[in-house]
């Protein structure tokens, strides 16, 4: 049973515009999400958090938006760069120390 | 040192031979992961552990799969009679025990041939 869900598993944006990715998680018991950006034959570097006591973190130009009604957290970038292409992976965590539960990752491409 | 580091980067091995994986966490760092990502998938916990705890070993696939912490520093996983669905890219994190962001080596990729 997936408790970490990123649905769409690519993603194609023009230079300039928005990227949005999705991810939804069912245990709510989650409270620490983090976005962690991959490139290939690296290891996933930190990108960005948020605490499940806020609905939304800003950090330049990414922005992580938290709805925990539905169990739904996002990744905006404005303005998307090609250096932005790499595969982005959603995890949750619960007990600040456990073990991250990742999602199946969205691979981003931005065309020039 | 300044990162987690992981060794060998690359490796290629023979169908039912044996396979050590190093990790270095980052210096303090008590809480240590491994996971897997296998051709086009997400990342699979394998094992974690944290400070002197007994390691959360529900995501090793099968008995042929250890690791350890030896110091509570490095730590090794080792896989045994290596089958080709263990080729993967074997990637170690540590985190502070009271931050849950974790930090990630470069990764081993495993060929089992």
């Known amino acids: 049973d997936q408790q970490v869900k990123q649905n769409s598993p690519s993603l194609s944006v023009q230079e300039g515009r928005i990227s949005i990715l999705n991810c939804d998680y069912t245990?709510?018991?989650?409270?620490?999400f983090l976005w962690y950006k991959k490139y290939p034959a690296e290891g996933p570097t930190f990108l960005i958090s948020?605490?499940?006591?806020?609905d939304k973190n800003e950090d330049g130009r990414f922005t992580v938006f938290l709805n925990k009604s539905a169990k739904h957290l996002s990744l905006h970038i404005v303005p998307s760069q090609p250096g932005d292409s790499a595969v982005y992976f959603c995890a949750a965590s619960y007990n600040a120390g456990n073990m991250l539960t990742f999602g199946g990752g969205t691979r981003l491409m931005v065309k020039p | 040192g300044a990162g987690v580091s992981q060794s060998p980067s690359n490796k290629v091995t023979e169908k039912g031979k044996d396979v050590e994986l190093r990790c270095d966490p980052i210096s303090g760092h008590t809480a240590l992961y491994w996971y897997r990502q296998s051709l086009g998938q997400g990342l699979e916990f394998l094992i974690y552990f944290q400070g002197n705890s007994a390691p959360d070993k529900s995501g090793l696939p099968s008995d042929r799969f250890s690791a350890e912490r030896t110091g509570g520093s490095v730590s090794t996983l080792t896989i045994q009679r290596t089958q080709q669905e263990d080729s993967a890219v074997y990637l170690c994190?540590?985190?502070?025990?009271?931050?849950?962001?974790?930090?990630f080596g470069q990764g081993t990729r495993l060929t089992v041939v």
């Open positions: 994190a540590s985190s502070q025990q009271l931050n849950t962001e974790a930090f």
């Open positions: 948020i605490s499940s006591i806020k």
């Open positions: 245990n709510s018991m989650f409270d620490y």
